[in-house]
């Protein structure tokens, strides 16, 4: 066997441990939370979430444009998160929700009178665990939608690393199952089992 | 013998969940980074002479969820029925469509029995995303209307529990080898201290 061939089964069989072990947690995240997001059945009072309502004086907000004044408000008010505006601003106002797994902000500012009406929502445990898995910042069928938190960049590129390593992982085993001669039969068998499966479902037999 | 059976196991069971491992995985990157562009619909095809069931005035749910299914072979189409809107002023039944592939818009006037049917087609990774997110947190109630979904969350969950298998027994094959613990451990404390870092850096 070529030494190039030895050295990429060397590498490949670790990595294939390595990268499981290092991603071990955020599998198990979202593995549990998609159990949760397609058996919401199973739980009772999940949405409910503790309310608290102010409206404190602000200061006019710093800055030109819509993005740089709701960050200083934020800053002002102490939130922190995604940012999500409504499709039309009243006039004289910055309205905006601001929300994270644990929670969510629902912010009216009236520039003139200096002043912000605040609705906080504090979510239960469960509910912030669920929310991790789709907290991403961004929709695709909504193309104006876009990360605004750098927070939000870093879970998302923990999602994209998890899934680049997973996929690294599964293309590595079919080599590694592959070389083992009293397996491929069976193994076969089995592969063109999940393939079939998942193609009735892809091509939208099922 | 017993880590010889959970190898065996971690093989075959990881063999036949690798194609829905790698549609979930895949599909992440377009629901992160992928917009859609809408593309040109097909032109609505109406249909008459419809045999449309009653109720829909005073039905909720699930009823009328499935009255509502009856409509979906007389306009030549089949999928999981998204929610149900009637419009009580002109008596119209409007209804989304859907599977991977296509979704539809269905708009059934109940006193004329005609239904208008907007189609439109899903390229490739809208159709991994959509599988990705069903069934999902919404409309739980009537969710799973249509015998695909019911299927397709079969092998959803079952893709889960076979990820957590294989996630333990992964754990126990590491283990046996003696000269790989020192560095498993490394790893396996990095990801516990990114992870732990993550989540802490996200809810703080």
Same mark, same amino acid.
């Given at each position: ?16 441990y ?54 200083d ?32 902000a ?13 609705k906080?929502f ?19 069928n ?21 899934a ?11 080599? *590694? ?13 089995v ?9 009735v ?6 | *013998? ?35 562009i ?16 009653d ?10 969820v ?5 409509i ?36 059934v ?12 087609? *899903? ?14 947190p ?22 889960i ?19 790989? !613990? !020192? ?22």
């Amino acid at each position: 066997m070529p030494s190039f061939v030895k050295t990429f089964e060397f590498w490949n069989r670790k990595f294939h441990y390595y990268l499981g072990l290092y991603f071990l947690f955020f599998l198990w995240l979202f593995s549990l939370t998609g159990l949760m997001l397609n058996h919401q059945s199973w739980f009772t009072d999940l949405y409910e979430r503790h309310e608290t309502i102010y409206d404190p004086d602000i200061e006019a907000p710093a800055g030109e444009t819509q993005l740089s004044q709701t960050l200083d408000v934020m800053r002002q008010l102490k939130l922190k998160g995604e940012i999500d505006w409504p499709a039309a601003q009243p006039v004289g106002h910055i309205d905006f929700n601001v929300s994270r797994p644990n929670g969510a902000a629902q912010v009216r500012v009236d520039l003139n009178a200096r002043h912000a009406y605040v609705k906080e929502f504090t979510n239960g445990t469960l509910h912030a665990f669920q929310i991790f898995h789709t907290f991403s910042g961004s929709r695709f069928n909504q193309p104006a939608s876009r990360r605004d938190w750098a927070v939000t960049s870093v879970w998302v590129l923990a999602m994209d690393a998890l899934a680049a390593g997973l996929i690294v992982m599964v293309v590595g085993s079919y080599y *590694m199952w592959w070389r083992l001669k009293k397996r491929k039969t069976l193994g076969v068998v089995v592969l063109a089992g999940g393939v079939l499966s998942c193609w009735v479902f892809v091509a939208g037999v099922l | *013998m017993l880590y010889r059976w959970l190898r065996d196991l971690h093989l075959y069971f990881g063999l036949f969940i690798s194609p829905f491992i790698l549609l979930f995985a895949a599909s992440v990157f377009y629901l992160n980074h992928g917009k859609l562009i809408a593309g040109t619909d097909a032109p609505a095809e109406t249909y008459r002479d419809l045999d449309v069931p009653d109720g829909f005035d005073r039905l909720k749910g699930r009823e009328a969820v499935d009255r509502a299914a009856a409509i979906l072979p007389q306009v030549r189409l089949s999928g999981e029925i998204g929610y149900l809107r009637y419009v009580a002023k002109d008596r119209h039944l409007i209804f989304p469509v859907s599977k991977a592939g296509f979704e539809a818009t269905v708009d059934v006037d109940l006193d004329a029995r005609t239904a208008t049917v907007k189609r439109r087609s *899903m390229n490739l990774w809208e159709s991994l995303s959509y599988l990705h997110k069903m069934p999902g947190p919404h409309n739980a109630a009537i969710r799973g209307n249509w015998v695909g979904t019911g299927i397709w969350r079969l092998f959803a969950d079952a893709t889960i529990y076979l990820v957590l298998f294989i996630s333990l027994t992964g754990l126990y094959l590491w283990w046996a080898i003696k000269s790989e !613990r !020192r560095a498993g451990f490394v790893l396996l404390a990095a990801g516990a201290f990114t992870f732990v870092g993550l989540v802490y850096a996200v809810i703080r």
